[in-house]
């Protein structure tokens, strides 16, 4: 997957601080006051620098020529691929650097999508062109610009009809939910074959499905990625606020404001739909524990400290209250949290893993608090089998979250028979066991108790 100058090992193009500082520098050398004012209405005075990249043209670049943006909802995706139909269409900075681009694919879901959305929407192509409007011509399904560019309206419904046209560029808009996205996409590929360079823009906001997986695995392509709340001077006021109060954290919310692909894995113990529950109210807890799963070492490169806070209420349910786990945090640092958390909650002991750290772990959690109640436990089974019957209880609904834990649950329905993909420690889930085997399994199915004080 490419990326601009200078590659920090993000796929996030808006995160470059260095084009940042660039494009800031070169407006303060060329833009007048007068120049300033003409351009404080013009897009290019309001864009973010995910939509606009002056850097490309300030540095003689060639332009992106294959570009995958992904964003949440109302992030200004469409706005981008509308902008950037304008220019190649007109040969104008910085998407075209003086040249035309005379034949341009228009794909969308639907040609009503097409129509409503991508050329007379609010952000659609006729409606932002300030000069030069093209007009579209519904019979021939074509948006056409005084300079003698044509722009073609297409379905995801029929791939056929991209066999016999070609192209210089194509605008893909909201690819993740075309009815034969694969199909589409590749009959559009054997059509972009005009020009010196022919171009695609792909805008959607993002869904496990083939298509974008590839997509986003491709290293042809250029990913940014975009987030509603970064556009959110252009969306209507308290939009923000009474999404993210119901949606955030959880999978919807992830994928339609932030912008993230979420994905289950087919053998994990927990599926999304199963944690996508209503947060639970947190009454009174007969119990409480807070469960820690220790890393063996301190490094930058080792694995993270688990420490999962639960409670048990009065109908013998279990809560999940909070995820306090730490990255590679050092002894002293975990544990400072771990205590913290066990007085914040009024616990009624802190369950700690030893199998890594014997009596250390202990010690060290002394040595923040000597009064601390702690349950030494030690795995004698792997990982999967002690966490099968937690599962189990979540299924029965005996356990529920007091709010959405995006991290845990991500490890959570990604914990397979081999764990985690990629070989990376369950540290979270691993704490989550241990706690909810503390409050709900019985006496022959817990980990054995080495220690209680």
Not at 273 to 290: F, K, M, Q, S
């Amino acid at each position: 997957m490419k990326s601009w100058p200078p590659y920090s090992g993000a796929s996030t193009i808006a995160s470059s601080n260095w084009l940042r500082d660039l494009q800031a520098n070169w407006s303060r050398r060329v833009l007048t006051p007068d120049r300033l004012k003409l351009l404080r209405d013009a897009w290019v005075g309001q864009a973010r620098l995910a939509q606009y990249p002056l850097g490309f043209e300030l540095l003689g670049l060639p332009p992106i020529i294959n570009w995958l943006v992904v964003g949440g909802r109302g992030s200004g995706k469409t706005r981008l691929g509308a902008e950037w139909v304008n220019a190649l269409a007109r040969g104008l900075g910085p998407f075209s650097h003086r040249h035309r681009h005379m034949r341009i694919a228009l794909v969308g879901e639907t040609l009503g999508d097409v129509r409503e959305v991508m050329v007379d929407g609010p952000s659609g192509i006729a409606t932002i062109a300030r000069r030069d409007r093209p007009r579209y011509e519904p019979t021939r399904r074509r948006l056409l610009w005084e300079s003698g560019a044509v722009a073609q309206a297409f379905s995801s419904e029929d791939p056929e009809s991209l066999r016999g046209p070609q192209f210089e560029a194509a605008w893909c808009d909201e690819a993740a939910k075309w009815k034969n996205a694969t199909a589409c996409f590749d009959m559009l590929q054997f059509g972009l074959r005009l020009g010196r360079q022919p171009r695609q823009l792909v805008t959607t906001t993002p869904k496990p499905v083939p298509l974008i997986k590839r997509l986003l695995a491709d290293p042809a392509f250029t990913v940014t990625r975009m987030a509603t709340r970064e556009n959110a001077g252009n969306l209507a006021a308290g939009f923000l606020e009474a999404v993210r109060a119901r949606y955030a954290g959880s999978r919807l919310g992830r994928q339609e404001l932030d912008g993230e692909m979420i994905e289950d894995r087919a053998d994990a113990l927990w599926t999304r739909a199963a944690l996508e529950t209503p947060a639970a109210p947190v009454g009174t807890l007969r119990r409480v524990v807070v469960a820690v799963d220790p890393p063996a070492t301190s490094r930058r490169t080792s694995d993270a400290c688990g420490i999962v806070v639960a409670g048990l209420d009065e109908s013998d349910r279990a809560i999940v209250i909070e995820d306090a786990t730490m990255a590679a945090a050092r002894p002293q640092d975990w544990a400072g949290r771990a205590v913290a958390r066990f007085h914040a909650h009024e616990a009624d002991c802190v369950v700690a893993e030893v199998n890594q750290g014997g009596e250390m772990v202990t010690a060290v959690l002394r040595t923040v608090d000597p009064a601390v109640p702690v349950k030494e436990v030690r795995a004698s089974r792997g990982k999967w089998l002690r966490a099968e019957p937690v599962a189990a209880l979540y299924a029965q609904g005996r356990v529920v979250h007091a709010r959405h834990f995006p991290e845990l649950e991500d490890e959570m329905c990604d914990f397979g028979p081999d764990g985690l993909s990629g070989g990376r420690s369950p540290d979270r889930v691993d704490a989550l066991v241990w706690a909810i085997t503390e409050l709900l399994l019985g006496r022959a199915n817990r980990p054995r108790i080495r220690n209680l004080s």
